[in-house]
C-alpha cells in the first residue's frame, strides 16, 4: 500500500514560514491534500489538489507537490497556526485507496 | 448551513458490536462520496470506509475488511458505520466525511479531498 512520511514535529518563530513535507512514491504525480487539526476539533481542509485553497483559509496557505515530495507552505505564521497538519493522497489504483501521512506537530515558538 | 452529526459511539467489550450513525443535512447528500475516518488516542488519522453516491461501490481499510460493513440511506441522509468483531485496536475517535466533488458544464468528478468533516463519537473497545 502507498506510504506517506512527514516529520513528527516543524518548528518556527512568529512571522517566519513553515514548511511541512510530505514524502512518497513519485507523489508528483498525484493530488494531495492537506489538513490542520487543533486539540480536541475535527481536522479541517487547508489546501486541496497541491495547492489550491478552499474557501476560507487564508492566502498564508499553500502548496506544491514535485517528484517524491508534497510541501505545505505556511507564510508569516501565527500563533493560532500551531496545529497537527496531515498529508492525504488517494490512491485510486488501490482496493484501499485512502492514505494520510503521520501527521506534524507545527509548534510556533 | 452544510453539518455532518456522528453517533452511537460508546464502550463495548472486545468481540462485541456497534452501529455508527451520520447524520449529514444543508447538502445533497445523495451527490457525495461519504467516508469514515479515524484517530486512535495521541495518534494521528486513519482513514477506515468510502462509498460511493449510490452505494455500488464500497471500500475498506485493510484492517476492517470482514468485520465493519459501511451503508448508507440517502433518503434519510444518513451514512452507517457497522462494526463487528471489535478489538481494542479499533479505540479511536470516528468522523464521518465528505468528499469534495468539482463540476465543469458536462460532468462532476470527486478529487476524494475531505471537505466537510463531523464532531467525531468516541468508540472505546476493553473489557
Known amino acids: 500500500s502507498y506510504v506517506l512520511t512527514q516529520p513528527p514535529s516543524v518548528s518556527v518563530a512568529p512571522g517566519q514560514t513553515a514548511r511541512i513535507t510530505c514524502g512518497g512514491n513519485?507523489?508528483?504525480?498525484?493530488?494531495v491534500h492537506w489538513y490542520q487539526q487543533k486539540p480536541g476539533q475535527a481536522p479541517v481542509l487547508v489546501v486541496y489538489?497541491?495547492?489550491d485553497r478552499p474557501s476560507g483559509i487564508p492566502e498564508r496557505f499553500s502548496g506544491s507537490n514535485s517528484g517524491n515530495t508534497a510541501t505545505l507552505t505556511i507564510s508569516r505564521v501565527e500563533a493560532g497556526d500551531e496545529a497537527d497538519y496531515y498529508c492525504?493522497?488517494?490512491?485510486?489504483?488501490?482496493?484501499?485507496?485512502?492514505?494520510f501521512g503521520g501527521g506534524t506537530k507545527l509548534t510556533v515558538l | 448551513e452544510v453539518q455532518l452529526v456522528e453517533s452511537g459511539g460508546g464502550l463495548v467489550q472486545p468481540g462485541g458490536s456497534l452501529r455508527l450513525s451520520c447524520a449529514a443535512s444543508?447538502?445533497?447528500?445523495?451527490?457525495?462520496?461519504m467516508s469514515w475516518v479515524r484517530q486512535a488516542p495521541g495518534k494521528g488519522l486513519e482513514w477506515v470506509a468510502n462509498?460511493?453516491?449510490?452505494?455500488?461501490?464500497?471500500y475498506y481499510v485493510d484492517s476492517v475488511k470482514g468485520r465493519f460493513t459501511i451503508s448508507r440511506d440517502n433518503a434519510k441522509n444518513s451514512l452507517y458505520l457497522q462494526m463487528n468483531s471489535l478489538r481494542a485496536e479499533d479505540t479511536a475517535v470516528y468522523y464521518c466525511?465528505?468528499?469534495?466533488?468539482?463540476?465543469?458544464?458536462?460532468?462532476?468528478?470527486?478529487?476524494?479531498?475531505?471537505?466537510?468533516w463531523g464532531q467525531g463519537t468516541m468508540v472505546t473497545v476493553s473489557s
Open positions: 444543508g447538502f445533497t447528500f445523495s451527490s457525495y462520496w
Open positions: 513519485n507523489i508528483g504525480s498525484k493530488s
Open positions: 462509498i460511493k453516491q449510490d452505494g455500488s461501490e464500497k
Open positions: 489538489d497541491d495547492s
Open positions: 466525511a465528505r468528499a469534495a466533488i468539482y463540476c465543469s458544464s458536462t460532468s462532476c468528478y470527486s478529487n476524494h479531498a475531505f471537505d466537510i
Open positions: 492525504q493522497v488517494w490512491d485510486s489504483s488501490s482496493d484501499h485507496p485512502g492514505v
